[in-house]
């Protein structure tokens, strides 16, 4: 059991992106998407720049165990991710929000047109070199799991470790008995795939549910 865990200052269904069955993170964190590996677990949690959580009250957005990871240059092409691909005239947001932006060409990449990411933001997202794909992960999103003692809230004994800052590899719970019982409590509770929708989203549109 490896369970890393990182803060979101970012939550538009871009990255992750938890559509079309199948959580990918494609872009960002490149040091993150470079070092894990298959069967490792990844926690996303809130931060104070994502929504105003203070240090220690951190919230869940999103669990997934890793189940593949390929090089950046297999997928765009990858039959399984097509969907991925941003299509911004699109009249759903989960079609525009797609992560799948960088088409190689002739030993190059050439960045799609996206509402995400810039030219300059490509040198970083390349330098990850793999994509890590989970179809095993649950995305809260814009309703963020607290811990508590609620019906929808993870026991605070379970808390795993959470940086206080941003990580570029996420921070390793190693009390491994914690990190079993906060994956096992959200996976037993909840099924997998999408809760909500991110936290930036338009409340007209509902495309996520259906995905």
């Known amino acids: 059991m490896r369970l890393f865990s990182y803060k979101m ?15 990918t993170m494609a ?31 951190e919230r869940l957005v999103f ?10 240059s297999s997928y765009y092409s990858h039959p399984k991710f097509q969907n991925k691909i941003p299509d911004l005239g699109h009249s759903q947001i989960v079609y525009k929000a797609g992560d799948n932006i960088y088409k190689p060409v002739d030993g190059e990449f050439i960045q799609l047109e996206n509402k995400n990411h810039a030219s300059k933001h490509q040198q970083r997202d390349l330098s990850g070199e793999f994509v890590l794909v989970s179809d095993r992960f649950y995305y809260f999103g814009g309703r963020p799991l607290a811990f ?64």
């Open 9 to 23: 200052t970012n939550d538009s269904g871009f990255a992750p992106n938890p559509f079309f069955g199948v959580l």
């Open 27 to 57: 872009t960002c964190k490149p040091g993150m998407r470079k070092s894990k590996r298959q069967g490792d677990s990844i926690a996303g949690f809130t931060s104070k720049e994502l929504c105003g959580d203070e240090i220690g009250e």
């Open 63 to 72: 669990l997934m165990q890793v189940t593949d990871k390929i090089p950046m």
């Open 148 to 211: 508590g003692n609620g019906p929808e809230q993870i026991p605070r004994a379970m808390r795993p470790k959470v940086p206080v800052s941003q990580t570029h590899y996420g921070v390793l719970t190693h009390d491994i008995e914690r990190a079993e019982q906060f994956v096992n409590f959200v996976t037993e509770k909840f099924s997998i795939g999408v809760h909500n929708a991110p936290h930036f989203w338009s409340s007209n549109d509902v495309s996520w549910e259906a995905l």
